[in-house]
């Protein structure tokens, strides 16, 4: 009976470790997250020179005015530009982990942030759970903009 | 009688089995921090070196102490049943390769170890843990937002003690703008003063502790001054980053760095060991 004790946790003991080693391996092969240039770049918008530091700025070829992006890091980090950003006219849209709001719904992030870190705990989602709401700034007089698939900024996975 | 029969048909002793809990706890907790440490590449030696130093001197001081200690856990009477169920049940949680799970895991150990009347060095290690699961918890990205909030505060106060020493100076946000010599930093939540808030209580349980003394609600106050005593530090320091670019260098990547942890480890240990000096009639407890 001893042995069979000890066995158990000789055995969970291993299976920490064991567990941890393949964690580490599944992180490693996990998807990086997207280059939001990238993500520009393939909806055909051409980088421009924005004029907030900190910031991205893309045109489109039907529309004058530039889409300016800002990421907004859960530890404050783009909090400044963002404000920024916000007081530019035109029409926000907050992307995190595959949701697009037209404002910073807190407790929506919070639970997809909670909802993904759960799958992340139980094994189901590899790679970190990403920290960074972005924040895009379409041009209101281009509607057409709106209708792109922003949420490839943050996608769920 | 009754403890031979016991003995007959128990596997381990209380003693063994807290033993074995608290090495399962172990690998669950600095499994995550080197994990979570590395950068890239393999797990080396090296990486692992690196990340249980830069994990901190109190967190490795607490498992060090628990080690020591791990021993005087448990009695030497035989673990029933459900205890020894009880103790499975809160290393399975270690499996979990997550911070979350590990966070857990060190809080139900102390609960385990504290209740219902655990001995004296199963009630120290229970402190260490809990002071060491809210130390990874207050410092996790979970806490982040709240750091990001106060931060936002450090960037009100900074410019007021800039103003108090003569200096023109603004905040925005996070933003901290000292317009006399044209320069300006952005708090971050791992700026924050209340960012090593976790590491000052768990310095104070773990210096408690190696002074061989139980930390006690009466322990309170001294644990407030040196929490208040951080905040403070690092509001100097922030405003002295905020001085001017090469200031902010040094303080942040170069000598000012040593300086800054002296002084905080000076203050981390100062309270506690007043708080140990000053207890009436206090008895260090083997």
Redesign the interface.
Known sequence: ??V???G??GA??A???F??????ET??QARPPPDPAGVLAAFGLRPAASTLPDTLAALAPDCPQPVTLVRV?????G??AA?SVLALPGAPRFVYLGAVGTQADAVSIAARWAAA?LL????LRAGE?S?EVVLVMLPASCPRLAGLDWSKLSPWS | MLPARLAAVSPISVAELRVWTLLVAGLAYWGNVVRTARQAGPIGLDSVAEAVIRNGAFCAAAWVLIAAQAGGAGAAEPAGGRRIAAAVAVCLLGVAPSRQTAILLLFLLGVQLAWPAGTRPARKIAALLFAVGFDMAWTSPYALPLHAAVANLDAQVVPALLRGVGLAAGARGNLVDNASSGFGIEVLARCASSYPLGGICLAFVVTSVHLRRFPRWRDAPWLAASLIASAVLTEIRLAWMTMGKADYLWLHEGGGVTLYTFAAVGFAVLFPLLAVRSAPGARPVP
């Open positions: 009976m001893k069979l004790v000890r158990i946790f969970l003991a299976l920490v470790l567990a941890q080693v393949t964690r580490t992180d490693a890091d859960f530890n404050g980090l909090q400044a404000r870190s992340r705990v139980l094994g759970v920290r």
